[in-house]
């Protein structure tokens, strides 16, 4: 049991600045924690000794419970100012949950390596969109239906259980591309949060995890002292970082974190090949 608690205490302190670095960034920027929390999880556990072939796992699925409980706040603050468009999330639902499921399917049976990779690239894909997109960009301005909002909101939900992520960061860019307000986008994508942490959490749940990448009290894929912690840090961080993002004009902090989070995502790909 001493052993176990010596591990479990380091563990506890660094998740606990981890979190609060999450909580703030996503309540400044509209992004979801996952962005920040993944990479984190996996720079916290692999200098702690779990380096195993399914470490990406329990960092993936780790994130994604936080989520749950980060997506149901979120967006019901944002309905109290009446900013959710229900519609959207509800005919978008169906084919987040479908990619999602899909999502975990495909990562249970990767390697560590493997989500890795897939997580520099497409972060820094988000991260060169958050640098260089502009909010006029437009494919139309109504959102797709049938199946191009199927194939769509089923990407979504496969892409974003690849990475740990809630639904924000490809969810708010696929609507403003199709003519939704920016703050209705945020507002809506944080629903999607839900969507793709439930099911995919649940199926995390019962990925049997080698014990080279298992840290101490991990149930499924979930570390559970990292997701308490977490979650306990960021719902008190995240007002921070929304009075900070009303304070201050975020905009240029929003490309000073795309650069950080384009750094950090190559990181992770130089990992991944090995440089």
Known sequence: MLPELSTLLPLIAILIAVGAFAGVIAGLLGVGGGIVLVPAFFYVFTALGYDGPQIMQVCLATSLA???FTSI???????????VDWDVLKTWAPGIVVGAVIGVLVAAQLRSVALQAIFGVLGMVIGLYMAFGRPDWRIRDEMPKGPVRAALSSVIGFLSVLMGIGGGSFGVPVMTLY??????????????????????????LLVPIDAASRPPLTVGAVNLPAFIVVIGVTMLTTGYGVRLAHAMNPKPLKRVFAIFLILVAANMLRKALGW
């Open 66 to 68: 936080t989520i749950i």
């Open 73 to 83: 706040r979120s967006v019901m603050a944002h309905h109290k100012k009446g900013a």
């Open 179 to 204: 003519g939704v307000p920016i703050h209705r986008a945020v507002a809506t994508a944080s629903g999607f949060g839900l969507t793709i942490a439930l099911p995919s959490v649940i199926g995390f």
